[in-house]
């Protein structure tokens, strides 16, 4: 399945460290979308974004930076992150339209470890 | 926020053995997905549902949308080790656009 990639699949990093994380669509849609999930918990949607545009943040800590260059491309940048914020950070893309039949599609995952 | 009831938390049971799993809300949805994930990896989409009443099946797999729009029932006939993994409920309302709300996963291990 290569219709939704997310690199790296794993990353440790310490709590001064910035990196990023990336997520590339190959789906041809127009919405892509960033969720946290930790273990035993739901997943937690982060950011939405429509068209590049942001449309929705749900409450992320500012440590938490996404962007979107385009329809295709998604990251998430990285900066001064506590170790609570270990988990597995996924990417997904829909078409946006809101319509019934939008149904996201997951990538693999990224695996992040704070030390 | 809404939230949705996944049931049972996890399941320990045997090569060949039929499995039924559910989710329920206090609200109405007007899609149900089902997804599983396997460890290491995101959610891949099982079944998709639109219609109230709707059932699908997708090999071994069928969904059910509930008739009241509140609950959803996802069954795995004659289950095989390559089953093993976690299985989320997630559901869409009218009004919240495209995001979804999902469930806690229900853990599934099969024995050999």
């Known amino acids: 399945e290569t219709g939704v990639t997310q690199t790296p699949r794993h990353l440790v990093m310490g709590m001064t460290n910035k990196k990023s994380l990336k997520c590339e669509q190959h789906?041809?849609?127009?919405?892509m979308y960033w969720y946290k999930q930790s273990a035993k918990k739901p997943l937690e949607l982060m950011f939405v974004?429509?068209?590049?545009?942001?449309?929705e943040n749900n409450s992320v800590p500012s440590r938490f930076s996404p962007e979107c260059p385009n329809s295709s491309h998604l990251f998430l940048h990285l900066h001064t992150l506590q170790p609570e914020d270990s988990a597995l950070y996924l990417c997904?893309?829909?078409?946006?339209?809101?319509?019934?039949?939008?149904?996201?599609?997951f990538g693999p995952g990224t695996r992040l470890t704070v030390l | 926020g809404q939230q949705l009831n996944q049931s049972p938390q996890s399941m320990f049971i045997q090569e060949g053995e039929d499995v039924s799993m559910n989710c329920t809300s206090s609200?109405?949805?007007?899609?149900w997905l089902w997804y599983k994930q396997d460890p290491g990896e995101g959610p891949v989409l099982l079944i998709a549902l639109y219609k109230a009443g709707e059932l699908t099946s997708n090999g071994r797999l069928t969904a059910q949308f509930g008739i009241t729009r509140k609950d959803s029932f996802l069954n795995i006939s004659a289950s095989i080790p390559s089953d093993v993994g976690i299985y989320f409920c997630a559901g869409r309302q009218e009004t919240s656009g495209s995001r979804l709300t999902f469930g806690e996963g229900t853990q599934l291990t099969v024995n050999p």
């Open positions: 974004y429509n068209f590049k545009e942001q449309t």
């Open positions: 789906l041809g849609h127009n919405a």
């Open positions: 997904a893309s829909s078409y946006g339209s809101g319509r019934l039949q939008d149904t996201q599609y």
């Open positions: 609200s109405i949805f007007n899609t």
